[in-house]
């Protein structure tokens, strides 16, 4: 699976994003998905995770009552609606696939749980 994240910019405290990230390949309906993000001079944190069929998903507590992820296989799109951005939310943020297929397994929040990468997209919060 290939993944590319867009969406990303310059946006003020308050507002709202929506960050989409568009997958190649035949296995990107058979793997769960998620949303990082990694700010600078910090690690990358998970920000939320979708299943395979979209029925579950998992968020940071930090984003849970502003970000909801979704995705929609026909289109092979993942999507990170962020609203009520905050400063501290400024990151790149980064899509990935989990590195299982078809497996009856969770969703994950650590990093080494997903193999397929997006080239991450940059989020700004102005205050």
Not at 47 to 55: D, K, P
Not at 95 to 122: K, N, V
Request: charged residues 20%.
């Amino acid at each position: 699976v290939q993944l590319q994240a867009s969406g990303g910019g310059l946006v003020q405290a308050g507002g709202s994003l929506r960050l989409s990230c568009a997958a190649s390949g035949r296995t990107f309906s058979l793997r769960h998905m998620g949303w990082f993000r990694q700010a600078p001079g910090k690690e990358r944190e998970f920000v939320a995770a979708i299943s395979r069929s979209g029925g579950r998903s998992i968020k940071a507590d930090s984003v849970k009552d502003r970000f909801t992820v979704s995705r929609d296989n026909a289109k092979n799109m993942v999507y990170l609606h962020m609203n009520n951005l905050e400063p501290a939310d400024t990151a790149v943020y980064y899509c990935a696939a989990d590195r299982a297929i078809m497996a009856d397994r969770g969703l994950f929040t650590t990093p080494s749980e997903y193999i397929h990468w997006g080239q991450g997209t940059q989020v700004t919060v102005s205050s």
